[in-house]
């Protein structure tokens, strides 16, 4: 058994799909659109990982206000090899205008992480 994809709603699908493309290295499949209800998906691959993010969006989706302190679902982790290429990154995004909530720093269980949001607000954890 294992995780074949994950999927989460997001206002703009080009954005976010231009998001993941241009940091995580993401490669998005064809624009899956059904015109009766709306929606539209993208499916993401990502280099050496078998787990793929399914980005959807509809006309009447809404917004979370509070996307740290609700239940469920909390970050995207992407390990990135090694401490230098966290710090990168995180460098590389914060420099871009996103925001990081923490790090680059060692956890208290021992990972090497910053959390950054993306371009929806949605966390992700960048780690080694």
Do not use: W
């Not at 208290?108 to 959390?115: I, K, L, M, R």
């Amino acid at each position: 058994m294992y995780i074949e994809h994950i999927a989460m709603y997001v206002n703009d699908l080009e954005k976010t799909r231009e998001f993941y493309e241009k940091y995580f290295e993401a490669r998005a499949n064809d624009k899956y659109h059904n015109k009766n209800t709306g929606l539209q998906t993208y499916f993401l691959s990502f280099p050496d990982s078998e787990v793929r993010l399914e980005i959807m969006s509809r006309p009447e989706l809404t917004e979370r206000k509070d996307k740290i302190m609700n239940e469920g679902f909390i970050h995207l982790a992407f390990s990135v090899g090694n401490k230098e290429n966290v710090d990168k990154l995180t460098k590389r995004l914060v420099n871009d205008g996103f925001r990081c909530l923490s790090g680059p720093r060692t956890t208290g269980d021992g990972y090497y992480e910053s959390v950054i949001e993306d371009c929806e607000g949605n966390l992700i954890e960048i780690t080694e």
